[in-house]
């Protein structure tokens, strides 16, 4: 059996829901407390076993590669100033190799992922979108990987979300379930609000085989003008079963601004430096608050 040792993240979106932050700036660099998303995406990779990570970037992208890249001069600095922690937190990553490679235009997250079939040749694959940060014992990749090394067979993470945000999500339509994994008879994309047929919604951590790109050539234009992901999974699933696993852990949507105010203050919160004083500042707001509408 091959091993996962590849992952891909898509980072070429447009990022429109937080514009006009994200006019110059991708999302992905958008930080929660103190570390960009896509910072706690490739450290989930990295504790999952993954060796070489592709980075699908796009226009005004550069930021990224800055970022997993070594800054000398930054460096320099720090150590002369004796700032050794701070120095650890600035190190490119050595446990890995960041590669990327550039999408031309943002055709949708199934274009993203086909952009990378060169890179993937004939292995199975990890992809991890930065829309979604899960805090787990163990890390949610981890746990799908193990799911694959099970069954040799594609597999999608989910999770259960409330009926009415069904329509925001890919859904998958189970048949079987065995534990926390699930054979699936369908995977819509975006379901219109009522018509879900489950609320298992894909959260962005998957496995594929190779046999995905042979899908993802021939895939057209879908829902919301993209060539979307969900329905080349949906044919392959056809032809060779793609499973659907429910992992352990909490996750954070960092893809939408109320997802990411609530998850900044909710790491803000957890966070052994500044915590404490956010607790007092966010309880000093709300007073505040009641105060100005006596
Ligand atoms: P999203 O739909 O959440 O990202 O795609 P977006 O399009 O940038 O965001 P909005 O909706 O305009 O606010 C999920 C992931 O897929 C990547 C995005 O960068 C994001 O990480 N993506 C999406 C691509 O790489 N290419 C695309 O063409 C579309």
New binding site residues.
Partial sequence: MKTIKKAI??????????LPA?KAM???MLPIVDKPTIQYIVDEAIASGIEDILI?T?KGKRSIEDHFDNNFELERNLMDKGKFELLEKVKEPSEVDIHYIR?K?????G??VWCARKFIGDEPFAVL???DIVQADKPALKQLIEQYEETERSVVGVQKVPENETSRYGIVDPCTIEGRRYQVSHFVEKPAPGTAPSNLAIM?RYIFTPEIFTFLDKQEIGAGG?IQLTDAIQELNETERVYAYDFEGKRYDV??KLGFIRTNLEFALQNEEIGEEVERVVRDLLMEKERAKL
């Fill in positions: 993240i898509p980072a070429a979106g447009l990022g429109t829901r937080f994200t991708p999302k992905e699908v796009g999408q235009e943002p055709k949708g997250l274009h993203a979108l930065g829309d962005g993209e893809g939408e």
